[in-house]
T-cell receptor
Framework: DTEVTQTPKHLVMGMTNKKSLKCEQHMGHRAMYWYKQKAKKPPELMFVYSYEKLSINESVPSRFSPECPNSSLLNLHLHALQPEDSALYLC?????????????FGPGTRLLVL | AQSVTQLDSHVSVSEGTPVLLRCNYSSSYSPSLFWYVQHPNKGLQLLLKYTSAATLVKGINGFEAEFKKSETSFHLTKPSAHMSDAAEYFCVVSGRGFQKLVFGTGTRLLVSP
């Protein structure tokens, strides 16, 4: 099973709301990733967790707060977002995050900030 | 630094005709290269990957790609397009920190009946 699941599929939120995106995988992978994808653009890396520890933060604004509660779950907490944060948020996972590995992507959460 | 250039932003083919999506890469060391496909409103699906084994790589759904070091190219081909192949295709190189993927800007494949 090479499936990464993400919930919700769609999310609409106001600029004062707090919401969370959830990602889950049961492939035994120990590296998990958050990407942001704007329309007609390639994905941009936001965060990487390796063995439940944050290993890469690509200078993402603090209104995005990642969390990795265990090896199967990855959350992205959202607070005080701006309309320009509207995008498709993709989660991915790979075996360990070391060496050349295939990243498996989820279907994404499409976020609209009003 | 790694980089990837996808030479065509759009490619249009007729169903049943060959597909060629072009990708050139730049890397200061032996790269690993991937092709991912993204259907509308979907996540990314791995088509194939090259990791310094055979230079001709076969992927899913009849796609294949050939790694040519002398030309720094990794073009994606398929002998006969199907309507379901219409999607966005990304050529990707593994970055210096292996966790980082460097994406090309994408090629939108349009397939007409």
């Amino acid at each position: 099973d090479t499936e990464v699941t993400q919930t919700p599929k769609h999310l609409v939120m106001g600029m004062t709301n707090k919401k969370s995106l959830k990602c889950e995988q049961h492939m035994g992978h120990r590296a998990m990733y958050w990407y942001k994808q704007k329309a007609k653009k390639p994905p941009e890396l936001m965060f990487v967790y390796s063995y439940e520890k944050l290993s890469i933060n690509e200078s993402v604004p603090s209104r995005f707060s990642p969390e990795c509660p265990n090896s199967s779950l990855l959350n992205l907490h959202l607070h005080a977002l701006q309309p320009e944060d509207s995008a498709l948020y993709l989660c991915a996972s790979s075996m360990t995050g070391g060496g050349v590995e295939t990243q498996y992507f989820g279907p994404g959460t499409r976020l609209l900030v009003l | 630094a790694q980089s990837v250039t996808q030479l065509d932003s759009h490619v249009s083919v007729s169903e049943g005709t060959p597909v060629l999506l072009r990708c050139n890469y730049s890397s200061s060391y032996s790269p690993s290269l991937f092709w991912y496909v993204q259907h509308p409103n979907k996540g990314l699906q791995l088509l194939l990957k090259y990791t310094s084994a055979a230079t001709l790589v076969k992927g899913i759904n009849g796609f294949e790609a050939e790694f040519k070091k002398s030309e720094t190219s990794f073009h994606l081909t398929k002998p006969s397009a199907h309507m379901s192949d219409a999607a966005e295709y990304f050529c990707v190189v593994s970055g210096r920190g292996f966790q980082k993927l460097v994406f090309g800007t994408g090629t939108r494949l349009l397939v007409s009946p």
